[in-house]
């Protein structure tokens, strides 16, 4: 009953509150999960709470959730693919995340593979077609953004 009160009581003063409130009522349920890294440059969470954070932080946040939505950002040098899942049966965010993403873009190529690959299987086609086509745009334009970050391209191990 506090709690409730105390929501009511932020979102008369806190605008984003009032646009998390339909999520905040989900973290009481919500079992915390680390980041899974993928790669050494590569991860992915849905940890709903600093997801949400992220997406504030960068002015990104969604003001209605009753449709699927690709969002993406960059926090510096990485890039910040969120899926959010409107769909009572996955309902929540999904955030993928490649560390300097103009260097590391074997990883872009993994995430893009990985989206295709859930795609064919039939899984929410139409966001992941959205999302796979800008981490797509993305790896075209890994050169203007090297050269924007000062980064050098990373060279190849050979092993002999």
Do not use: W
């Not at 915390?32 to 890294?37: E, F, K």
Request: aromatic content about 14%; charged content about 20%; overall charge negative.
């Amino acid at each position: 009953m506090i709690f409730e009160f105390y929501l009511q009581h932020l979102s008369q003063h806190l605008r984003y509150v009032r646009v998390c409130i339909p999520k905040i009522r989900i973290f009481k349920n919500m079992n915390y999960q680390p980041p899974v890294y993928l790669t050494p440059h590569l991860y992915m969470t849905n940890e709903e709470v600093g997801i949400i954070d992220s997406l504030i932080d960068h002015q990104e946040m969604p003001k209605q959730f009753d449709r699927d939505r690709v969002i993406s950002y960059f926090e510096g040098k990485d890039y910040c693919l969120v899926l959010y899942f409107a769909n009572q049966g996955d309902r929540g965010f999904q955030k993928y995340v490649v560390n300097n993403f103009s260097v590391n873009v074997e990883e872009m190529c993994m995430l893009s593979a990985s989206l295709s690959q859930m795609i064919e299987a039939g899984y929410n086609v139409h966001i992941l077609s959205q999302a796979k086509n800008r981490v797509d745009n993305l790896i075209l334009m890994s050169g203007t953004f090297r050269a924007l970050f000062g980064e050098k391209e990373k060279e190849e191990e050979v092993n002999y």
